[in-house]
């Protein structure tokens, strides 16, 4: 029901800045939760950060001070605002969302993007 597509991904110095989009689109009733996810070669998939429809905001620990999340309910659409780019950030970024979907049962189901890369790299 619903589609996520990412963008801004890319290349990228060290210290240098990315703006992540992730659109929305489909048939849903709401979006709770908005969030981004990474994974590394080798690396489990984490975390990064979160924004909830009442604007709740949570990073994880690495990211703090350099990254923001944001959303735009009138485009149906979350950002992901990196600075002070690291190697360490170099990942396939998802974006995730808890979604109501418009069924009998007002389901909450969640959804994923198929993922941009990040490359921070000299």
């Given at each position: 029901?619903?589609?996520?597509?990412?963008?801004?991904?890319?290349?990228?110095?060290?210290?240098?800045?990315?703006?992540?989009?992730?659109?929305?689109?489909?048939?849903?009733?709401?979006?709770?939760?908005?969030?981004?996810?990474?994974?590394?070669?080798?690396?489990?998939?984490e975390?990064?950060a979160?924004?909830?429809?009442?604007?709740?905001?949570d990073?994880?620990?690495?990211?703090?001070g350099?990254?923001?999340?944001?959303?735009?309910?009138?485009?149906?659409?979350?950002y992901?605002?990196?600075?002070?780019?690291?190697?360490?950030?170099?990942?396939?970024?998802?974006?995730h969302?808890?979604?109501?979907?418009?069924?009998?049962?007002?389901?909450?189901?969640?959804?994923?993007g198929?993922g941009?890369?990040?490359t921070?790299?000299?």
């Amino acid at each position: 029901q619903v589609q996520l597509m990412e963008s801004g991904g890319g290349l990228v110095q060290p210290g240098g800045s990315l703006k992540l989009s992730c659109a929305a689109s489909g048939r849903f009733i709401a979006i709770n939760i908005m969030e981004w996810y990474r994974q590394a070669p080798g690396k489990e998939r984490e975390l990064v950060a979160s924004i909830t429809s009442s604007g709740a905001i949570d990073y994880v620990d690495s990211v703090k001070g350099r990254f923001t999340i944001t959303r735009d309910n009138t485009k149906n659409t979350g950002y992901l605002q990196m600075t002070s780019l690291k190697p360490g950030d170099t990942a396939v970024y998802y974006c995730h969302a808890v979604a109501v979907v418009p069924d009998s049962a007002r389901r909450f189901m969640n959804f994923w993007g198929k993922g941009t890369l990040v490359t921070v790299s000299s």
